[in-house]
């Protein structure tokens, strides 16, 4: 069974500052990850996915990712915060069981401050 | 390309009324989805479906009901809303390999 466990439900950070976000997850076998972004009263749109190229995964918007397989890890991070990435961010799993069924974080709320 | 469009994008329901709620893809997917977000619980599966004439039963079904019947759109009804679906609800759509999955803008319900 797959489980993703993102730490935070909320993360401000000043105008910026360097942006981490964390993400946890389990998995039988290796896995497919993505971090997902919502910005208010949208549908999610993928910021990045790791599918076992390369460990360090760069994505839209100057995000990155790196996996760590011993840390079951998948923290997102962006060097300088802009005010426009204020929004939800959530970490989702795949162990791409035939169906492609993806497992959800309760996801992470950037705030950023002027 | 529109993508992945649903309608309506708000309804407000009273408890034990029906509604069907329809999810809309033209990148020709093969799987799609339905979801609900609720706060501080991330989205929950309902149901999905990994090819016209066929669904399966996600993460939290009960009281859901849906239908492929092209493959281009993917429906979600309530047959007898309650208060606990009131939330909001995306459909998603991805092609099978790349796990990557499209998400509509949503709806949302208000059952009272």
């Known amino acids: 069974a797959q489980s993703v466990t993102q730490l935070g439900s909320h993360v401000s950070v000043s105008e910026g500052a360097l942006v981490l976000l964390r993400c946890n997850y389990s998995s039988s076998v290796p896995p497919y990850l993505f971090w997902y972004v919502q910005y208010p009263n949208q549908g999610l749109q993928l910021l990045l996915k790791?599918?076992?190229?390369?460990?360090l995964v760069k994505g839209i918007n100057g995000f990155e990712a790196e996996f760590k397989k011993s840390e079951t890890s998948f923290h997102l991070t962006k060097p300088s915060a802009h005010m426009s990435d204020a929004a939800e961010y959530f970490c989702?799993?795949?162990?791409?069981?035939?169906?492609?069924?993806?497992?959800f974080g309760t996801g992470t709320k950037l705030q950023v401050i002027p | 390309n529109a993508g992945v469009t649903q309608t309506p994008k708000f309804r407000v329901l009273k408890t034990g009324q029906s509604m069907t709620l329809l999810c809309a893809q033209d990148?020709?997917?093969?799987?799609m989805y339905w979801y609900r977000q609720d706060p501080g619980m991330g989205l929950r599966l309902i149901h999905y479906s990994v090819g016209e004439g066929t669904t399966a039963k996600g993460e939290v079904p009960d009281g859901y009901n849906v239908s492929r019947l092209k493959k281009q759109n993917f429906l979600l009804g309530l047959e007898s809303a309650a208060p606990s679906q009131t939330s909001v609800y995306f459909c998603?759509?991805?092609?099978?390999?790349?796990?990557?999955?499209?998400f509509g803008p949503g709806t949302r319900l208000t059952v009272l």
């Open positions: 989702a799993v795949s162990d791409d069981g035939g169906y492609q069924k993806v497992t």
């Open positions: 790791y599918t076992s190229a390369a460990t």
């Open positions: 990148m020709n997917h093969e799987y």
């Open positions: 998603a759509s991805s092609l099978g390999t790349s796990g990557e999955q499209f």
